[in-house]
């Protein structure tokens, strides 16, 4: 075909925690140093970088991209910071494809980072702005009160319980007692995500998952380079991005239109038909526990409305025909938003190699898919890796 | 290649608090122009109507108002008034504020939707708030009506509509 | 084997320090309609969609969100990038160059006139905690970089209002520009100091306006458009992030940046090889410091080649017909797309009054302002 293939041939990652005491730049350079010394390169061995981050409003830094650069090891290279919200973090990879793809570098770093303990009282806060500044900001809205309404409008469409969707939770918190990057591992049962505070009907505290500070990075590269670095290269067969109207209050809640466009790009890339019967392990994005249903509906995994009886007849834990978030997702781990795309990028990239470790799943996967979401119910990433 | 050591390890709160930090606050203000569409949706609400925009190519009519058809990328052909009622499309009932501080115990709780306006395309909806109503019965489907500000007291803006109630 | 990439479409609004009548929704739209009609495209061709926009200068969060509907990009591949236009143009250019697309659009607008507290946006982007708390205008480092530069090279103040006088007075021949004016280099040199050695004529003013370029393959190109512009190079670079480790009197992101495109394009006397350039100018003395870094002046003498009109249209090498964002306006993140657009415009021969005669070659270059050390060149072509 002639197209250049890009493989991710090394990964760093920090913890995650509710609040850092590094500043942004030095959590770009802890993942950013980890992903190369676990490709065995150095600084200068890298060409270009591209960084993902969510909004500036959280480090209360404008033009942040410019801020992290030094800590991204940015100095003295082309630089530049991509942007499509919640999405940023799967993206960033597929930014990062493209300076390769293209034949711009055989090396590019890709490096998520976010600082979210900066915004007070709350990074909540921080959210306010993202409503249209004229027709609704004036009603004080919080980020909450879309999740809740298109949870509703979900469970709703598909008669689904709270149990139902709370199962998610359950599923991800604890399987991030096997990651070493998670916030708060403790394990929770259904009636913990059930009776935790309501903060706007019908979503829970713990259906959320938690603000975080963090960073990872992965480095990409070309074939040739790839195989000369490592004998387990992990491809980026599929690429896609799509972004819906701002109009969000204009369009049917129940379903990512979005993501399924998003996941149709990557899939006709890596010649996928039947992603259902070829994906073996997903991270679909969980920033909620629904999110993670309607997501993996939109990815094509599953019939629409069939996510939650799948997730409760444990089809999607990491014993299961299909597990989703492994890694332990944004409602495990934590979520540092950008920073969580490129963790779950990066759990694609350890389950394909076999390393995983504890939370390594069984049958030698070949393909997976990594997934994000952002703005107002608007931008789907997706990636495919293969072995 | 094994990723389990990894760095940081985060304040505690105490920690936290015993660290130095240093505080900004922003002083950042906005005035954004509404322009052709949003400009007469805002003059039609203060004249106590909700304005949608009609596009002769995919005839829908749209809300809220605008210049332009995003998906004909041509000019909208005229804005007409839709009706001041709706059906409720989701909703929730939310008992945190903007900045995630919790709403007293004893301060009515926020009922967000999104709203499907009549007389605009299926499915045409704007979020507003719900009021006049027990939360535990609004559900999917309700019908509702605007309140509207007093016609002295409106001034160009969403809020003047204050919020719709079942009727 | 790389396509070459061209610009087959280019819209504009023309720039004024207020756009009231328009949203910005409403202004990005009325570029986006110009330049598909320049490219005699429907949005649905157009693979991919590439915004440059920061939030802080839209007053969102995540803008993002709000850029699909006016480019007639809803429900397709776009993305945002928080960087100057012709940084976003070297995306589009890559994206071309993996085989994976063929016709890219990049949007930038600036809608300076909304933000009405522009100091503290931009003492915002100061680092947090070294530099912001000292509490000084973010132009203080714009003075500080000006006096090592002067002071290193040996460029005198008075060549510095020399650049505002061209400029500005090139602006009168654009009828796009928002701050055309005929001043005299003692007007300059007596404006109001900000931190001095700058003076308040040294900075450039902002202004409102969007801009919409339309990228394709050479095959898709040809098939297109008559007069398609080839990028011929194109590069960005970072130098130093941290303005307390810079050398002040030179522009690495400048030099590095050239040094890639001009390899790019095969350009190898850019002074002989160009006909013109477009050079950032947000501050008057960036004007001569780009030009010596970028190597189209030797060191201490950007100012001399202005002195004596070799950079002005009909000399040496015109710098800046087209105003220049002291002549034009400053619209941060489309700056380098003003540029863009009027070396297009030079390459079609469509400059009207202020056509370069016989241009061929054209170099434009940006820079993403204070606090950054970030900046990109492009070298554009008509064959």
Known sequence: MGFRKVAIVGAGITKFVRRAQE?????????????????????????????????????????KGEYLLSGAGGNNKPYIRNFVGGGTG????????????????????????????????????????????????????????????????????????????????????????????????????????????????????????????????????????????????????????????????????????????????????????????EIQVAEPYDPFDYKELHHMEGLLLCERGEAARLTAEGYTARTGNLPTCPSGGALGVGNPISATGLMKVIEIFLQLRGEAGKRQIPGKPRVGVAQAWGDLMQVGTVIVLRR | MKIDNVPMKGLSSEEYEKALKITWKPNLHYTWDNGIGIGKYLQSLKEGKILASYCEKCERIMLPARAFCEMCFRPTDKYVPVKDTGTVNTFAICHVNWDASRLKPDEPRHIPAVIEIDGASSGQGIMHLLGNVDPAKVHIGMKVKAVWKPATEREGSITDILFFEPY | MKERVAIVGIGVTGFSSVSPSLSFKELTYTAAVKAYQEAGLHPKEIDSFITASEDFMEGYSIFDEYVPDQMGAVMRPVHTVT??????????????????????????????????????????????????????????????????????????????????????????????????????????????????????????????????????????????????????????????????????????????????????????????????????????????????????????????????????????????????????????????????????????????????????????????????????IAILSNE
Request: hydrophobic share 45%; charged share 20%.
């Open chain 1, 23 to 63: 500043t942004g730049p030095e959590m770009s350079y802890l993942a950013s140093k980890m992903a190369l010394d676990q490709a065995g390169l150095k600084l200068k061995d890298v060409e270009m970088v591209t960084l993902g981050t969510a909004p500036d409003a959280f480090d209360g830094v404008h033009m």
């Open chain 1, 90 to 277: 799967v993206f960033a990879p597929i930014h990062g494809w493209m300076h390769v793809a293209s034949g711009a570098c055989d090396i590019c770093l890709v490096v998520c980072s976010e600082k979210m303990s900066s915004c007070h009282p709350h990074p909540q806060g921080a959210f306010l702005t993202i409503f249209d500044h004229t027709t609704e900001q004036p009603l004080k809205p919080t980020l909450i009160w879309i999740f809740a309404l298109e949870m509703r409008r979900y469970m709703e469409t598909y008669g689904l319980t709270k149990a139902d969707v709370a199962r998610v939770a359950v599923k991800n918190k604890n399987n991030a007692l096997d990651h070493p990057s998670a916030q708060v591992a403790e394990a929770v049962t259904l009636e913990d995500v059930l009776n935790s505070e309501v903060l706007a009907e019908p979503v829970h505290r713990l259906d959320i998952s938690p603000a975080s500070d963090g960073a990872a990075a992965v480095v990409l590269a070309s074939e040739d380079v790839a195989k000369r670095l490592t004998d387990k290269p992990v491809w980026i067969d599929g690429v896609g991005w799509n972004l819906d109207t701002a109009y969000w209050a204009t369009k049917d809640l129940y379903y990512p239109r979005y993501v399924e466009k998003a996941a149709r790009m990557a899939y006709e890339m890596a010649g996928i038909t039947e992603p259902h019967k």
């Open chain 3, 83 to 376: 960087a100057d236009f012709i940084q976003a143009l070297g995306i589009g250019y890559m994206m071309i160059n993996t085989g994976r697309f063929r016709i890219i659009a990049v949007e930038a607008h600036s809608k300076a006139s909304n933000v009405k507290t522009l100091d503290e946006v931009k003492a915002f982007a100061l680092d947090p905690v070294y530099i912001r708390p000292l509490k000084e205008n973010a132009d203080f480092l714009a003075g500080l970089e000006m006096k090592r530069f002067l002071e290193e090279t040996g460029n005198t103040e008075e060549q510095c209002a020399q650049v505002v006088v061209k400029n500005k007075a090139n602006a009168l021949n654009n009828p796009h520009a928002a701050h055309a004016a005929s001043l005299t280099i003692n007007d300059v040199l007596s404006s109001h100091p900000l931190s001095l050695p700058l003076k308040e004529l040294d900075a450039a003013k902002p202004a409102d306006g969007a801009i919409m370029i339309v990228l394709a393959s050479e095959k898709e190109a040809k098939a297109l458009c008559k007069k398609p512009i080839w990028i011929r190079g194109i590069s960005w670079f970072s130098g130093q992030g941290n303005p307390w480790c810079r050398n002040f009197a030179y522009a690495d992101y400048a030099q590095l940046s050239a040094q890639k495109a001009f390899a790019m394009a095969g350009i190898t006397n850019p002074l002989k090889d160009l006909d013109f350039a477009e050079i950032c100018d947000e501050y008057s003395y960036k004007e001569l410091q780009h030009l010596e870094s970028i190597g189209i002046a030797r060191k201490g003498e950007a100012g001399f080649l202005t002195q004596t009109g070799a950079t002005k249209l009909g000399g040496l090498l015109p710098v800046n017909v087209s105003g220049g964002s002291l002549g034009v306006g400053h619209t941060y993140e489309a700056s380098g797309g003003m540029k863009v657009v009027e070396a297009v415009m030079q390459l079609r021969h469509e400059a009207g009054i202020r056509q370069v005669p016989n241009a061929k070659t054209g170099l434009v270059q940006s820079w993403r302002g204070v606090p950054t050390a970030t900046g990109a």
